[in-house]
C-alpha cells in the first residue's frame, strides 16, 4: 500500500488520522490472531504425508508447497514408508503420488495447481540403501518429463541419507537438496553448491526443548534468530523439523523468521495462517 500521498509538511486531517488507526489495528489483529501476510500455505511442509488419511490430496488441496516423501528400499524395490515396521503395508509412490501428479498436469496444462503462480516440490527422505534409492530418484525423474521436466514447476528435493556435497552439482537441473546448518554452503565461495540448496532444514533440538506450551524461554529465541540470521545471509529459506504442532510455536516460528513450517496437521495450519 503505497502511503506517500501523505505529506510531512502538512498536519493531519482527521480522515487521514482515521485511516492511518484503522490501518494499524488491522495490522495488529492480523499478528495477534497469528496471520503472518507473508506466510501462505505454499510455507507449509507436509510432513510425512503418506501417513496421512488421504496422502497427496489432503496436501494438494490445501495448495501446501512441499509434500513429504520417504523412501525405503525393501526386497529389491524402493517403497514409500519410515522404517521396517511399515513394510508390511507399503505405499507404491507411483499409485498415490505420481499418477495424480501426472493426471492433474495434463488438466492444468503442465502445472499441479490450476493457479499457475503455485510450485510444488515432492522432499524425498532417503531412509536406507541411498545409492540404491538416489538411482530410482532419477530414474523417475527422467521417465517422467511430463512432471519433473525442467520447465516444470514440481521439482524433487532429496533429504535424509542425502547424496555427498561435491556430487550435488551433477544433479538433473530440477532436483535439489534439502540442506543443512552444517553444510558447506555458507561461505561466499560456496555459492554455486547453494543453487542446489531448495531449503535450509534443522531439528529443533539444535535450539532447545521447548513443549510448544506457555512461553518460549528468551534463550531459545535468540538461538532461533541467529540461525534465521545465518541462513537468510546465504539467501536460503529455513525449516525446522521436531517443532510442536501448536499455535505458541507456529508464533514463535513466525515472529522470527522461520520461512518454511512442517507440520501433520496441514489444515488447522492453513485456518491457522488465516488463508
Not at 541462513?231 to 513466525?254: C, I, P, Y
Request: aromatic share 10%.
Amino acid at each position: 500500500m503505497n502511503l506517500n500521498f501523505i505529506s510531512p509538511t502538512k498536519p493531519l486531517t482527521m480522515q487521514t488520522t482515521h485511516f492511518l488507526t484503522t490501518l494499524f489495528i488491522l495490522s495488529l489483529s492480523i499478528v495477534l490472531n497469528g496471520q503472518n501476510p507473508e506466510l501462505s500455505p505454499q510455507s507449509i511442509h507436509s510432513h510425512n504425508d503418506y501417513q496421512k488419511e488421504e496422502p497427496f490430496w489432503n496436501a494438494f488441496n490445501h495448495k501446501v508447497g512441499i509434500i513429504e516423501v520417504d523412501l525405503y528400499y525393501h526386497e529389491g524395490k524402493v517403497v514409500v514408508a519410515h522404517d521396517p515396521s511399515e513394510l508390511e503395508k507399503p505405499i507404491s509412490f507411483e499409485e498415490k503420488y505420481l499418477k495424480p501428479l501426472k493426471h492433474l498436469m495434463k488438466e492444468n496444462n503442465s502445472y499441479p495447481y490450476p493457479d499457475t503462480a503455485l510450485d510444488l516440490a515432492v522432499m524425498f527422505d532417503i531412509k536406507n540403501e541411498r545409492n540404491a534409492v538416489m538411482d530410482w530418484i532419477l530414474d523417475v525423474y527422467e521417465e517422467n518429463p511430463d512432471v519433473f521436466d525442467t520447465r516444470k514447476p514440481v521439482k524433487i528435493v532429496i533429504s535424509g541419507n542425502r547424496p555427498e556435497p561435491d556430487s550435488w552439482l551433477y544433479l538433473p537441473e530440477n532436483v535439489y537438496i534439502d540442506g543443512r546448518l552444517t553444510d558447506p554452503i555458507y561461505a561466499s565461495e560456496q555459492a554455486s553448491l547453494r543453487d542446489k540448496v531448495f531449503i535450509v532444514s534443522s531439528s529443533y533440538r539444535v535450539i532447545g526443548n521447548w513443549n510448544g506450551i506457555g512461553e518460549c524461554p528468551p534463550s531459545e529465541q535468540e538461538k532461533i534468530r541467529k540461525i534465521v540470521g545465518r541462513v537468510h545471509s546465504a539467501g536460503l529459506k529455513l525449516r525446522f523439523w521436531g517443532n510442536r504442532d501448536t499455535e505458541a510455536f507456529w508464533d514463535l516460528l513466525l515472529e522470527n523468521g522461520v520461512d518454511i513450517i512442517g507440520t501433520d496437521d496441514v489444515e488447522r495450519l492453513v485456518n491457522y495462517l488465516g488463508t
